[in-house]
């Protein structure tokens, strides 16, 4: 948890519970699987390992945050799950309800979900979810074509005041502009926001390649 983060492109983040498991190419080096080897042995990663949830006094901070912001009237954005993922499968449902409580309790913030299980999304939203809480943003990683193929389309079908997109680690150059059969129109139609990067260096290992015409194409 930071209250203030170094991730360029949010506020704060909170980690409702820590643990995953690998769901693609952008997860084989992972920071957080790194970090949970470094604090835990590793023993909140990978099928069948138990996540852990965080303390009640760590699901504090939100609420802090969310009195700061009503007071200071400005827009407090929290990644939400850097050490996990919300849709994951191998969560106790009544967590991610808890989450969805703490979410509506703290409207001042702006909660932006970041998942690579979009395709587990409609089966996890909350029943009063309608056309999507007022403050979360839906955002799906896609680090390649055939991730942006395959899940872009599931993203767009979802309804959110804000749907995105993390192409982090890009780890090929992407083309948005193509055909997303499923909705008529270009994978690009209906997307807000777009976060690109690459891979961050995981101890000894080197970051695999990210050339930065892949990102300007991107942003054209």
Not at 30 to 48: I, K, L, T
Request: glycine residues 8%.
């Amino acid at each position: 948890m930071a209250r203030v983060t170094g991730v360029s492109w949010t506020r704060s983040t909170f980690n409702p519970w820590i643990g995953c498991t690998k769901a693609g190419p952008g997860c084989d080096r992972c920071y957080a699987e790194a970090q949970d080897a470094r604090f835990y042995h590793g023993a909140h990663w990978g099928p069948g390992a138990p996540r852990m949830l965080t303390s009640d006094r760590y699901w504090m901070h939100p609420l802090r945050w969310n009195r700061e912001a009503l007071k200071s009237d400005e827009f407090w954005p929290v990644f939400c799950a850097s050490q996990a993922d919300v849709f994951d499968n191998e969560v106790p449902e009544e967590w991610r309800n808890r989450l969805w409580e703490l979410i509506k309790a703290t409207p001042a913030l702006t909660w932006q979900l970041v998942t690579k299980r979009i395709g587990n999304v409609p089966t996890m939203l909350p029943a009063d979810w309608g056309r999507g809480y007022g403050n979360v943003w839906l955002i799906a990683t896609v680090v390649n074509q055939k991730e942006a193929l395959r899940d872009i389309p599931k993203l767009k079908s979802l309804s959110a005041v804000v749907r995105g997109l993390s192409v982090e680690p890009m780890l090929d150059r992407m083309d948005l502009l193509v055909p997303d059969l499923r909705h008529e129109n270009r994978l690009i139609d209906g997307i807000d926001w777009v976060i690109v990067g690459g891979e961050s260096r995981q101890g000894a290992a080197s970051a695999r390649s990210f050339e930065l015409s892949w990102g300007q194409s991107l942003l054209d």
